[in-house]
């Protein structure tokens, strides 16, 4: 019998209009996908220091979802900019499509953003709606395990005029749940 990995959980506290909206929990493929996956889980916590390319903090803390369709997914990722044009990995720039394995088949689910094959970086998006034509072009690298009503009070948020309006941000309050080994 082989060695059975639980697979990590990390979190988001988030606040809309810097009102606590609740707590989005976090399961990451690590079997699937265990390079992006690391990518994510030091993204939260903001051990790698500095980015190479933006010279900026390798850290999710107060970025905002800056691209938010209905019945599509809610975008984030960007710490340097914070419009959909900066980020980096923590190798560095961009990195390769790890695994396209998983599918785009449910709500939820979440999945690097990126600008054509081989071009992970730090954004991310989490899908509220099957979307099935994203398979193949960006990996899925794990799901939502609490809070979707909080992914869903975000992806409901008045954005007809401008994103601005409201700011969703990542708290300072990041946990992640190691490895256990069974």
Same mark, same amino acid.
């Given at each position: =019998? /082989?060695?059975?990995?639980?697979?990590?959980?990390?979190?988001?506290?988030?606040? %809309?209009?810097?009102?606590?909206?609740?707590?989005?929990? @976090?399961?990451?493929? #690590?079997?699937?996908?265990?390079? *992006?996956?690391?990518? @994510?889980?030091?993204?939260?916590?903001?051990?790698?220091?500095?980015?190479?390319?933006?010279?900026?903090? +390798?850290?999710?803390?107060?970025?905002?979802? &800056?691209?938010?369709?209905?019945?599509? =997914?809610?975008? /984030?990722?960007?710490?340097?900019?914070?419009?959909?044009?900066?980020?980096?990995? %923590?190798? /560095?720039?961009?990195?390769?499509?790890? #695994?396209?394995?998983?599918? &785009?088949?449910?709500?939820?689910? +979440?999945? =690097?953003?990126?600008?054509?094959?081989?071009?992970?970086?730090?954004?991310?998006?989490?899908?509220?709606?099957? *979307?099935?034509? +994203?398979?193949?072009? &960006?990996?899925?690298?794990?799901?939502?395990? #609490?809070?979707?009503?909080?992914?869903?009070? $975000?992806?409901?948020?008045?954005?007809?005029?401008? $994103?601005?309006?409201?700011?969703? &941000?990542?708290?300072? +309050?990041?946990? $992640?749940?190691?490895?256990?080994?069974?």
């Amino acid at each position: =019998m /082989g060695i059975k990995v639980q697979r990590p959980r990390c979190f988001f506290d988030i606040a %809309i209009n810097n009102q606590p909206a609740g707590r989005v929990v @976090f399961e990451l493929f #690590s079997d699937v996908c265990p390079k *992006t996956c690391e990518n @994510f889980r030091c993204l939260c916590t903001g051990e790698k220091g500095t980015g190479k390319s933006t010279q900026k903090p +390798l850290h999710y803390k107060s970025c905002l979802f &800056h691209r938010v369709v209905k019945d599509f =997914m809610v975008q /984030g990722g960007d710490f340097s900019e914070g419009n959909g044009r900066g980020g980096e990995s %923590i190798y /560095g720039g961009f990195f390769e499509d790890e #695994s396209f394995a998983v599918k &785009h088949n449910k709500e939820f689910l +979440l999945s =690097m953003a990126n600008r054509g094959k081989d071009t992970n970086g730090s954004q991310f998006f989490i899908t509220t709606k099957p *979307t099935p034509h +994203l398979d193949g072009h &960006h990996v899925v690298f794990g799901q939502v395990i #609490s809070g979707q009503e909080v992914v869903r009070e $975000i992806e409901n948020q008045k954005t007809d005029a401008a $994103i601005s309006e409201f700011t969703v &941000h990542f708290n300072n +309050l990041i946990k $992640i749940f190691s490895f256990v080994f069974a």
